[in-house]
T-cell receptor, first 111, second 112 residues
Framework: RKEVEQDPGPFNVPEGATVAFNCTYS??????FFWYRQDCRKEPKLLMS???SGNEDGRFTAQLNRASQYISLLIRDSKLSDSATYLC????????????FGSGTRLSIRP | ETGVTQTPRHLVMGMTNKKSLKCEQH?????MYWYKQSAKKPLELMFV???????ENNSVPSRFSPECPNSSHLFLHLHTLQPEDSALYLC???????????FGPGTRLTVL
């Protein structure tokens, strides 16, 4: 089993749709979790941290399920500009020595 | 200048060359990182520095040699690379080791 696993997609959805991605992780002792987005040939940019209580930032909602060892990202009212690859990042210990990036989920929003 | 900067943005080198990649962060962060991103593969963490001390070397070949003279600057010295080392090399920084990371634009390296 991969340490961090994401559905590679691509997810191709119409503008205005709601889309959700999951990311599973193997180490139950993992410490911190993040979602990043990466546009083609650009660097990853932090989208949001994922907190145990769940968190929301505008159209984006992130949740953590420790029991089932996954995090999720929900995008509501999707925009064309949301088209990107979404990377799940898990820090598996407190020393940052075990930061694992998922391979990413590609999202394409069509008009 | 703000954020994380990297130079050069593009680099082509032969297998016998020696070159260095530079990263600078203007965020007052304490931790800095080097990552490698190859085509169709996830980002791979190479090195971690915290308060200028190297805390992690993820089994990276010795032809890659990091240097962190202070908390704001990070270098990656390259020597006798192989064509399979061609990739995007990304630098990142964070306030603490468990905090969110901010990435530079990367250096796209091609080894001939």
């Amino acid at each position: 089993r991969k340490e961090v696993e994401q559905d590679p997609g691509p997810f191709n959805v119409p503008e205005g749709a709601t889309v959700a991605f999951n990311c599973t992780y193997s180490n139950s002792a993992s410490q911190s979790f993040f979602w990043y987005r990466q546009d083609c040939r650009k660097e990853p940019k932090l989208l949001m941290s994922v907190y145990s209580s769940g968190n929301e930032d505008g159209r984006f909602t992130a949740q953590l399920n420790r029991a089932s060892q996954y995090i999720s990202l929900l995008i509501r009212d999707s925009k064309l500009s949301d088209s990107a690859t979404y990377l799940c990042v898990v820090n598996m210990d407190s020393s940052a020595s075990k930061i694992i990036f998922g391979s990413g989920t590609r999202l394409s929003i069509r008009p | 200048e703000t954020g994380v900067t990297q130079t050069p943005r593009h680099l082509v080198m032969g297998m016998t060359n020696k070159k260095s990649l530079k990263c600078e962060q203007h965020l007052g962060h304490n931790a800095m990182y080097w990552y490698k991103q190859s085509a169709k593969k996830p980002l791979e963490l190479m090195f971690v520095y915290n308060f200028k001390e190297q805390t992690e070397n993820n089994s990276v070949p010795s032809r890659f040699s990091p240097e962190c003279p202070n908390s704001s600057h990070l270098f990656l010295h390259l020597h006798t690379l192989q064509p399979e080392d061609s990739a995007l090399y990304l630098c990142a920084s964070s306030q603490g080791r468990n905090d969110e990371q901010f990435f530079g634009p990367g250096t796209r390296l091609t080894v001939l």
